[in-house]
């Protein structure tokens, strides 16, 4: 078992390439840092030598040895070689055996290429997929974070509204469709509205709560929409028109989402 089991088995399949010549500067490095430390890569490479020695010699040969050559002279004309120019060969190959060698290593490249582009495209998958979960985790942190703010911006809003100098309670009770429901609103003409209720029914789906301040006016006025939680609380804020006429009473109906202008449904709580 190689000593660094990870890194050789990233690096073993860039055997054929390195014999070849044919990886990058940076990886040739580091395969080469890799096989003086690893016997198994370093037997491979050694392995694939004679794949490289017959690309090396794939190239036509020039002239044959002066050596063959004289003998094969020799052989035609019975005679030793004379110092005259003797017809050049027509450029051949020295071995029958080194195209097809050449042919298997270029065989055995492309396949070595085919694997490492394989290899390349699903490290850049994987690190595509890393980039992608941190980027989502990113905007969860972001979301986190602005509701964080909106939350403490909240309850900073509400607590300057309860400590308002300005500040009015009203008390209002359950109706009959909520007999024991309660809420509180506290209100101040320079800071808004604050309403707290609990035990309030779960609201129908298309259905919301809606806020009213009565005033000596006939029609009341929309303080805002709310739904409880499924505990039936609520503490929501509302702003409220610094004109707003002084209040004598809230009331809380029952309304199609989205609210309405004036009440139409039943009565939840009320407060004078
Ligand atoms: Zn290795």
Same mark, same amino acid.
């Given at each position: 078992?190689?000593?660094?089991?990870?890194?050789?088995?990233?690096?073993?399949?860039?055997?054929?390439?390195?014999?070849?010549?044919?990886?990058?500067?940076?990886?040739?490095?580091?395969?080469?840092?890799?096989?003086?430390?690893?016997?198994?890569?370093?037997?491979?490479?050694?392995?694939?030598?004679?794949?490289?020695?017959?690309?090396?010699?794939?190239?036509?040969?020039?002239?044959?040895?002066?050596?063959?050559?004289?003998?094969?002279?020799?052989?035609?004309?019975?005679?030793?070689?004379?110092?005259?120019?003797?017809?050049?060969?027509?450029?051949?190959?020295?071995?029958?055996?080194?195209?097809?060698?050449?042919?298997?290593?270029?065989?055995?490249?492309?396949?070595?290429?085919?694997?490492?582009?394989?290899?390349?495209?699903?490290?850049?998958?994987?690190?595509?997929?890393?980039?992608?979960?941190?980027?989502?985790?990113?905007?969860?942190?972001?979301?986190?974070?602005?509701?964080?703010?909106?939350?403490?911006?909240?309850?900073?809003?509400?607590?300057?509204?309860?400590?308002?100098?300005?500040?009015?309670?009203?008390?209002?009770?359950?109706?009959?469709?909520?007999?024991?429901? +309660? @809420?509180?609103? /506290?209100?101040?003409?320079?800071? *808004?509205? %604050?309403?707290?209720?609990?035990?309030? &029914?779960?609201?129908? $789906?298309?259905?919301?709560?809606?806020?009213?301040?009565?005033?000596?006016?006939?029609?009341?006025? +929309? @303080?805002?929409? /709310?739904?409880?939680?499924?505990? *039936?609380? %609520?503490?929501?804020?509302?702003?409220? &028109?610094?004109?707003? $006429?002084?209040?004598?009473?809230?009331?809380?109906?029952?309304?199609?989402?989205?609210?309405?202008? +004036?009440?139409?449904?039943?009565?939840?709580?009320?407060?004078?």
């Amino acid at each position: 078992m190689p000593m660094n089991a990870p890194e050789h088995n990233e690096l073993r399949e860039q055997a054929e390439l390195y014999v070849l010549g044919a990886l990058p500067p940076t990886e040739r490095d580091a395969f080469e840092t890799h096989i003086a430390s690893c016997a198994e890569c370093a037997a491979h490479v050694k392995a694939l030598s004679p794949v490289t020695d017959a690309l090396a010699h794939a190239a036509p040969q020039h002239d044959p040895p002066p050596a063959l050559r004289a003998r094969v002279v020799r052989s035609i004309t019975g005679s030793p070689v004379k110092a005259a120019p003797v017809p050049r060969p027509v450029p051949t190959r020295s071995s029958a055996a080194l195209p097809w060698l050449a042919a298997a290593a270029s065989l055995i490249l492309a396949a070595a290429l085919g694997t490492y582009a394989a290899n390349l495209r699903a490290r850049i998958g994987a690190l595509e997929l890393r980039l992608q979960d941190a980027t989502e985790r990113a905007a969860a942190g972001e979301r986190q974070l602005a509701d964080v703010k909106r939350v403490s911006v909240e309850a900073q809003s509400q607590i300057a509204i309860l400590v308002a100098p300005d500040l009015q309670r009203i008390d209002l009770q359950g109706q009959s469709p909520a007999p024991k429901a +309660s @809420a509180r609103a /506290f209100w101040s003409r320079s800071r *808004g509205l %604050v309403f707290t209720a609990s035990n309030l &029914p779960t609201v129908p $789906p298309g259905k919301t709560y809606q806020l009213w301040v009565l005033t000596k006016q006939p029609a009341p006025i +929309s @303080a805002g929409l /709310f739904k409880p939680d499924p505990q *039936g609380r %609520v503490a929501a804020m509302f702003e409220t &028109p610094p004109d707003l $006429p002084q209040p004598i009473g809230m009331a809380v109906t029952i309304e199609p989402d989205g609210g309405v202008p +004036s009440p139409t449904g039943d009565k939840y709580l009320v407060g004078l």
